[in-house]
Every structure is written in structure tokens, then in C-alpha cells.
């Protein structure tokens, strides 16, 4: 005879398994984008992580200040990877038991 705490275990696991499975399927799907220079440059990127494309504005670009495009495409990568990582922390949040809590948990994923 099976133990009712111990179904009652796996049968949280499994919804637990599921409903992580689901949210990361949605980041997959997820589209970010981050800009630097008021729009002028833009990283998008899945709500994985995968960098999808950079657009650059001509006007910024000049072969006389290579760096500042440097720059811009530098902090358009970071703040669409810190988009990213918001995201995925909520979605991570919200498919787990702990979220429910309001329990941190570490970006593992």
C-alpha cells in the first residue's frame, strides 16, 4: 500500500515539474528588446537569453567615434539582459511553491 504523504509528494512534484516546464517554455517565446541612446541602438533577445539581433541607427554610426557605438551597443545588450533576467525570475517565481511565499529564489535558470 502507497503512502498518502508520499503520493501527495509526488503528485506536488509533478505539478511543480509541469508548471516550471511551462514557464520556461514561455520565456523561450518571450521576446526582449534593450535600447541604449534614446532608441538609437537595440538588442533583442528571447526571454532566455538568446540574442536575437542588434539594430543601430546610421546617425550613430561615425567612423570617427567608433567607441561611442561601442558604448551604446554594450549598454543595450545589458539592459536587455537585465530585462531578461527580470523576467525570467518572475516567471521562475511565479511557477514554483516558494513564489507563492514570496520566497526568492536564485537565477539558476
Known amino acids: 500500500m502507497r503512502n498518502p504523504i508520499q503520493a501527495m509528494l509526488e503528485s506536488q512534484v509533478t505539478k511543480f ?3 516550471l516546464a ?8 518571450s521576446e526582449i528588446t534593450g535600447s541604449a541612446g534614446g532608441g538609437a541602438v537595440r538588442a533583442r533577445m528571447t526571454g532566455d537569453g538568446k540574442l536575437l ?5 546610421a546617425e550613430v ?3 570617427q567615434d567608433v ?8 549598454a543595450a545588450l545589458r539592459d536587455a539582459l537585465a530585462k531578461t533576467a527580470e523576467l525570467k525570475r518572475e516567471k521562475i ?8 511565499m514570496g520566497i526568492d529564489v536564485p537565477d539558476i535558470f
Open 22 to 29: 511551462g514557464a520556461m517554455e514561455e520565456l523561450q517565446q
Open 61 to 63: 554610426v561615425d567612423p
Open 93 to 100: 517565481m511565479s511557477a514554483t511553491p516558494l513564489g507563492a
Open 67 to 74: 567607441e561611442l557605438l561601442q558604448d551604446l551597443v554594450c
Open 53 to 57: 539581433d542588434v539594430e543601430i541607427a
Open 17 to 19: 515539474q509541469e508548471s
